[in-house]
Each structure stands twice: as C-alpha cells, then as structure tokens.
C-alpha cells in the first residue's frame, strides 16, 4: 500500500494550495482518508477527513471555511483544497487512509489509521 501526496509549496498569506494524496495497494473506495500535520514543534494534528463516497466530511475548528476535502475515487485521490492561508497553517501535511472500517467512519485519531503517505510541506510566509 503507498500513499503519494503532493501538491505542498511556499504560499504567502491569503493564498491557496491544493494537496492531492494518490492511494494504491489497496480499494480506495473501501477506505476512509484523512489529512494531518504537524508544525515544527507540535505534535501531529487531525486536519479534516472524509467517508468512502465523499458524502460525509469532517474538520478541525481552525480550518473550517477554509480548507476543503474530497476524494475522486476513479483516481484513487483524495485533495485538500486550502485556501485564505495564513502563517500558523505551516506543517508537513500527511495524508491517511483507515481500512479498518470500510470507508464508513471519520476518524481524527491519528493512531487509528492503519496507512501513512510521506508528508508535503506547506510554507506561508507572512
């Protein structure tokens, strides 16, 4: 299973930067994937996930309104549309999928995902 996430990159405030998280190895439309990260410093914090279809979402208070989540699953990818950035948004992101529940919970536990992408940076500069 690998979960290749990209799309991170040096944005001044204000501005907007999408991620995308393509999964493979396993059935994406059976997983549910969250977004995390982790400021330097900071531990590893929950972002925002999403069910198996999309119908469902769920997000961090300090993100709501600005960051959106969703998935395609004929491209086996899930994105986080970031906008109105500001500097405390700085972190490696981490895309997660969790297998355990067949796509029909959102989890904000970090250590309930079973699956971790590698992380993109995100730089706002104020």
């Known amino acids: 299973v690998q979960l290749q996430a990209s799309g991170g990159g040096l944005v001044q405030t204000g501005g907007s930067l999408r991620l995308s998280c393509v999964v493979s190895g396993l059935t994406f439309g059976d997983v549910s994937t969250g977004w995390f990260r982790q400021a330097p410093g900071k531990d590893r914090e929950f972002v925002a996930a999403?069910?198996?279809?999309?119908?469902?979402?769920y997000y961090v208070n300090p993100v709501k309104g600005r960051f959106t989540i969703s998935r395609d699953n004929a491209k086996n990818t899930v994105y986080l549309q970031m906008n109105s950035l500001k500097p405390e948004d700085t972190a490696v992101y981490y895309c997660?999928?969790?297998?355990?529940?067949?796509?029909?919970?959102?989890?904000?536990?970090?250590?309930?995902?079973?699956?971790w992408g590698q992380g993109t940076l995100v730089t706002v500069s104020s």
């Open positions: 999403i069910n198996w279809d999309g119908s469902f979402t």
């Open positions: 997660a999928a969790d297998s355990t529940t067949y796509g029909m919970v959102l989890i904000r536990e970090p250590y309930l995902y079973d699956y």
